[in-house]
Nanobody, 121 residues
């Protein structure tokens, strides 16, 4: 019954900003890690940013210094603040969480539905 719902995508001009949100709902015991990935048609899905339960973060080189991943543990929500957007950032962005559902023995990966980010030049 765990579900991840994304929001915040849209069409912006180069240099502008967007903030993506991804909220997990359902019976969740703990979240081990959260992350954002992106994908264009015909290309492999790539890591954008991750944040662990301990708060450590990791970014793709292409977004380092421009994007910031954060979380709100009380809301089971992960955010991606995207500044100085470039046309090459255009992609479908997917959130991911590795979490343990309440009552389960192990953790699993869950994915959001994807949200389109389009950056015009």
């Amino acid at each position: 019954q765990v579900q991840l719902v994304e929001s915040g995508g849209g069409l912006v001009q180069a240099g502008e900003s967007l903030r993506l949100s991804c909220a997990a709902s359902g019976s969740i015991f703990s979240i081990n890690a959260m992350g954002w990935y992106r994908q264009n048609p015909g290309k492999e899905r790539e890591l954008v940013a991750t944040i662990t339960s301990a708060g450590s973060v990791n970014y793709a080189d292409s977004v380092k210094g421009r994007f910031t991943i954060s979380r709100d543990n009380a809301k089971n929500t992960v955010y991606l603040q995207m500044n100085s957007l470039k046309p090459e950032d255009t992609a479908v962005y997917y959130c991911n969480m590795n979490l343990k559902p309440r009552g389960y023995w192990k953790s699993y990966d869950y994915w959001g539905q994807g949200t389109q980010v389009t950056v015009s030049s």
